[in-house]
């Protein structure tokens, strides 16, 4: 008896994306610099950045980086509950807290890391999480690998929701959504969601990855902009790696769940806290995000000039008011041809295809950053109207 070879098994599936134009395709970034990324030796204007607000090479974050490193060198050389909470973690789990008006944060590593320590912690096999069929995959990964019952409901559909908070009357249940999806840009409509999970005793739980920095007073995030409190919306997802410009992430609701969490995520429990001086890069970041309000104000221009170019040009748009903008073009073939086209024209447009999207809606996810300028997004538009024509 011969046993299955997990590496023929892996050549196998990669042979069958290849066939359906779905293989993956890693490119190295050779250089950084402002909106631009080196790719081939081929400088190429980026439009596939979550550094929404452009601090991933702010000066005052390069500082307070080298500063951190040079007080904490490289490492925090152990878990959290194991010596490697520095000050610098507590210090930015308070700003955190402040910035998102919650009694308490906590970091994890990622966002991945985030959401599936808050989602194992919480819920058991007889549980039951509800969650938007366009859920990040570390939301939806995080219920299935949890072990409880995953019940979806289709994109934003608030009645979707609430039939099925309701098919599961005896359970314990969370419902759990991205804050602004990442692949289309629209938000959740987190006030309705909020008031179904009120009337159904369930738990609610917001991904504001794509939200916190870009949405909301001070870009306080999309429970912000709802006016929603800690009481409404438990618990808050967020990540450091996109509009902050680091990397890491935290939860953020009361001393309860957090003090909860310290005991039972184990995604927080059994791994290494984040370098220290990421830490101190991430508060200065959380004071340039809140307080230099023109980075919004430059996003906002930018998303209204791209919106009303697109539209004059007869492109599709999708319907979002965040820096995400969507094209979707069908096929991924199709999206595969549009993002060559804009390469050989000097923009990094990277295609989104299945299965990180549904079938036959492959697109092109473009980014707006407040690095970006008006003429750069009329130069994006008019090499989009030629691949597109
Ligand atoms: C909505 C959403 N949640 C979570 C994550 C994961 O965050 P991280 O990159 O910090 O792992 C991402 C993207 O990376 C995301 O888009």
Known sequence: MQRPSHIDRL??????????????RLRTVEAADGAYVWIDGKRLLNFASNDYLGLAQHPALREALVAGAARWGVGATAAHLLGGHRDEHAALEESLARWTGRERALLFSDGWMANLGVVAALLEAD??????????????????LAGCELKRYPHGDVDGARRQLESRPEAAVLLASDGVFSMDGDVAPIRALASACADEQALLMIDDA?????LGPEGAGSIAEADLTQDEVPILMATLGKALGVAGAFVAGSAALIDGLVQQARTYIYTTAMPPALAAAARKAVDVARFEGWRRD????????????????????????????????????????????????GFYVPAIRPPTVAEGKARLRIALTALHSESDVERLLAALATALA
Do not use: W, Y
């Open 298 to 345: 430059r996003l906002a221009q930018l998303i209204a000039h791209f919106r009303a170019g697109a539209a004059m040009r007869g492109l599709s748009l999708s319907a979002s008011r965040t820096p995400i903008q969507p094209i979707v073009i069908g096929t991924s073939e199709a999206a595969l041809a549009a993002s060559a086209k804009l390469e050989e024209a």
């Open 210 to 214: 794509h939200g916190l920095g870009v």
């Open 127 to 144: 549980d039951v999480c509800v969650q938007d069929k366009l859920n990040h995959a570390s939301l939806i990964d995080a219920a299935r």
């Open 11 to 24: 050549a196998a599936l990669r042979d069958t994306r290849a066939r359906q134009g779905l293989l993956r």
